[in-house]
C-alpha cells in the first residue's frame, strides 16, 4: 500500500463547476497537508498549506483535512479553463525546520473545459 | 516566478555518463530540497540540505550524490547513469521557520534529463 493515494484522473467538468480533488493516506505521523497546482513541464506551485483538521480557504480554493479518517481534499469554486493542471497533494511529518521531505500522491490531472 | 532558480533547462546524455544539477534557493531561504519526478514514481523526495549540512535523505541512489555550498546554492551530482533515470528533477526551498512561520516548500522550474 502506497503511503499517499491519489486518484490519477483525468478528471474533466465543465466551466463553472465546483470541483473535489481527494487523497488518502496509511502514515497518522504526518502532521502537514499541503496542495502543489503543476503546470505541464512546470514546477510544483503550493495552493494550500494546514496544519489541523477542518477546513482552510483561500479565495476560490478550500482545503479540508480530517486526520481521523486519514482523508484530504482541495475544493475548487467557479472553476475556469485556466485550473487545467496536475493537482498533487502533500504532506509531512514535521515543520519548524525538522528534516523532512515531502510525500507526494501522484497527481490527478484536472481538465476544465470551457 | 518562485524565486527558485535550476539549471540547466534540459540535459541529454548517455548511460554511464556523470552530470551536475544546479539550484539557487530563493534569497533569504537556508533550506534545499531535490526531488525526482517521472511518470511511473510520481514526485519523490532525494535529499535535504541546511545551511551546508545534510538534513534529511529520501529515496537517494547510491549513484547519486548532492551539496550545497557556502552561498547556499546546492548541486546534485547523478553518475553511473542509466535509462531509468531519466525524468525531470526538481529543487525546492524553504525559509527558516522563525522568519516564516512555516516551512513551506517552493519549487523551481527543474532539469529535464533524457539519457541515451
Known amino acids: 500500500q502506497k503511503e499517499v493515494e491519489q486518484d490519477p484522473g483525468p478528471l474533466s467538468v465543465p466551466e463553472g463547476a465546483i470541483v473535489s480533488l481527494n487523497c488518502t493516506y496509511s502514515?497518522?505521523?504526518?502532521?502537514?497537508f499541503m496542495w502543489y497546482r503543476q503546470y505541464s513541464r512546470k514546477g510544483p506551485e503550493l495552493l494550500m498549506y494546514t496544519y489541523s483538521s477542518g477546513n482552510k480557504e483561500d479565495g476560490r480554493f478550500t482545503a479540508q483535512v480530517d486526520k481521523s479518517s486519514k482523508y484530504i481534499s482541495l475544493f475548487i469554486r467557479d472553476s475556469q479553463p485556466s485550473d487545467s493542471a496536475t493537482y498533487l497533494c502533500?504532506?509531512?511529518?514535521?515543520?519548524?525546520?525538522?528534516?523532512?521531505?515531502?510525500?507526494f500522491g501522484k497527481g490527478t490531472h484536472l481538465i476544465i473545459q470551457p | 516566478d518562485s524565486g527558485v532558480t535550476q539549471t540547466p533547462k534540459h540535459l541529454i546524455t548517455a548511460t554511464g555518463q556523470r552530470v551536475t544539477l544546479r539550484c539557487s534557493p530563493r534569497s533569504g531561504d537556508l533550506s534545499v530540497y531535490w526531488y525526482q519526478q517521472s511518470l511511473d514514481q510520481g514526485l519523490q523526495f532525494l535529499i535535504q540540505y541546511y545551511n551546508g549540512e545534510e538534513r534529511a535523505k529520501g529515496n537517494i541512489l547510491e549513484r547519486f550524490s548532492a551539496q550545497q555550498f557556502p552561498d547556499l546554492h546546492s548541486e546534485l551530482n547523478l553518475s553511473s547513469l542509466e535509462l531509468g533515470d531519466s525524468a525531470l528533477y526538481f529543487c525546492?526551498?524553504?525559509?527558516?521557520?522563525?522568519?516564516?512561520?512555516?516551512?513551506?516548500?517552493?519549487f523551481g522550474p527543474g532539469t529535464r534529463l533524457t539519457v541515451l
Open positions: 502533500a504532506m509531512s511529518l514535521y515543520s519548524g525546520g525538522g528534516a523532512d521531505g515531502l510525500t
Open positions: 525546492a526551498s524553504s525559509a527558516p521557520p522563525v522568519t516564516s512561520g512555516t516551512d513551506e516548500q517552493f
Open positions: 502514515n497518522s505521523a504526518f502532521q502537514y
